[in-house]
Structures are given as structure tokens and as C-alpha cells.
T-cell receptor, first 109, second 117 residues
Framework: DAKTTQPNSMESNEEEPVHLPCNHSTISGTDYIHWYRQLPSQGPEYVIHGLTSNVNNRMASLAIAEDRKSSTLILHRATLRDAAVYYCILGHYGQNFVFGPGTRLSVLP | DSGVTQTPKHLITATGQRVTLRCSPRSGDLSVYWYQQSLDQGLQFLIQYYNGEERAKGNILERFSAQQFPDLHSELNLSSLELGDSALYFC????????????????FGPGTRLTVL
């Protein structure tokens, strides 16, 4: 399984942008990049996913490097509710998700 | 609210016992996934069902089994429980795909917290 590497933890101030990095140097051409987050005492929730092009949705933006060996999840204005563990996962057709330890994001008021 | 329901919310039992965890997927979702989350192992994929058929297996112990019924709800059966089985068990559902991961998002339920004493 292709692996991802994320920082263990990050801190951000409320209402500031947050850039959460993910390295996936062994990504294959068919791997999608998925981001999920897990708020305290809740199940994981989908954030965003992409293949090659940058993606935007109401929650976040996903910036994918041209060589696809890294990606960055961008929260444009962090709120206290965004404090969570963020997981970067690679997945392709026929393969199930492998969750790593993720990045624990703390948001300071 | 993801639309995925899991019961019970909490379960406390003794070693050697057997328990059943239940999951109802979102309306219209055909795929159901089970995950185990423990402090030392993190979130691990156990098994996936698609429209009643087993489609993929992850790190699921032989003491554990699952099934998906015609109404698409799923049950995870855990037997001969050990202290190490204490964990959060999550169910997720997604729209389609017969094999493995869906390119559509997986919707996770709130989980069942199992404590084995």
C-alpha cells in the first residue's frame, strides 16, 4: 500500500489560514488523494479528494503538486471547530483505505 | 449527522463473551465498511460489504465476523472477546463500487465503544 507522511501535530490561530502537508512519494498513477478529519469523540468525516488538479469545496481546498508526490490541505479560515485529527489517505480502485496517525490540528482562540 | 446509525453507543462486557454491533447505512448506500480504532493501532479497516456480499477484508481477526442483510443493514459479530478488543468500532457507508475504495466519500457513523473487562 502506498504510504503517506504527515506531521504529528500543528497549531493555528483562529481565523487564519492553515496549510496541512502530506507527502506521498510512492503514489501511483491511479491513486486518488483523500482527506478525512476526525473531530473529538466523533467518527471521521470526509473533507476533500482529488487526483491531479487542485480541488475546492465548501470545507477546504486541496493543492496537489505537479509530480503528485505531495499535497496540501488548505483551510482558508480556521475556526475552533476545525480542531481535529486530519488524515491524508491514498486510495485507488480495488483498495481500501489505510489510515495513518494523521495530523492533530489545534486551533488557538 | 452523517445519516449512518450505529447501535449500541456503548457496550461493556467480559472476556470470553460475544457481542453484536449493528449499523444502518445511509439511505441508498450499498457499501458498508467496518473499522476498529484503538489507542495503540489507530483506525484500521476490518471488512467491506457491497449489496450483501463480502468485498474486501482487512485486519479482521478470525474471531470476528460480519454480514450485510437484504435491507442493507450490517452486523459485526465479535466473539471470545479479549481485553485487547476494547476499542471504538466505526461503520461507514458509501454510494457504490463493488470493489474496495469508493471514489465517493465514505460516511462514518458515531461508533460503538466496546469495553471488555
Amino acid at each position: 500500500d502506498a504510504k503517506t507522511t504527515q506531521p504529528n501535530s500543528m497549531e493555528s490561530n483562529e481565523e487564519e489560514p492553515v496549510h496541512l502537508p502530506c507527502n506521498h512519494s510512492t503514489i501511483s498513477g491511479t491513486d486518488y488523494i483523500h482527506w478525512y478529519r476526525q473531530l473529538p469523540s466523533q467518527g471521521p468525516e470526509y473533507v476533500i479528494h482529488g487526483l491531479t488538479s487542485n480541488v475546492n469545496n465548501r470545507m477546504a481546498s486541496l493543492a496537489i503538486a505537479e509530480d503528485r508526490k505531495s499535497s496540501t490541505l488548505i483551510l482558508h479560515r480556521a475556526t475552533l471547530r476545525d480542531a481535529a485529527v486530519y488524515y491524508c489517505i491514498l486510495g485507488h480502485y480495488g483498495q481500501n483505505f489505510v489510515f495513518g496517525p494523521g495530523t492533530r490540528l489545534s486551533v488557538l482562540p | 449527522d452523517s445519516g449512518v446509525t450505529q447501535t449500541p453507543k456503548h457496550l461493556i462486557t467480559a472476556t470470553g463473551q460475544r457481542v453484536t454491533l449493528r449499523c444502518s447505512p445511509r439511505s441508498g448506500d450499498l457499501s458498508v465498511y467496518w473499522y476498529q480504532q484503538s489507542l495503540d493501532q489507530g483506525l484500521q479497516f476490518l471488512i467491506q460489504y457491497y449489496n450483501g456480499e463480502e468485498r474486501a477484508k482487512g485486519n479482521i481477526l478470525e474471531r470476528f465476523s460480519a454480514q450485510q442483510f437484504p435491507d442493507l443493514h450490517s452486523e459485526l459479530n465479535l466473539s471470545s472477546l479479549e481485553l485487547g478488543d476494547s476499542a471504538l468500532y466505526f461503520c461507514a457507508s458509501s454510494v457504490a463500487t463493488r470493489w474496495g475504495v469508493s471514489y465517493n466519500e465514505q460516511f462514518f457513523g458515531p461508533g460503538t465503544r466496546l469495553t471488555v473487562l
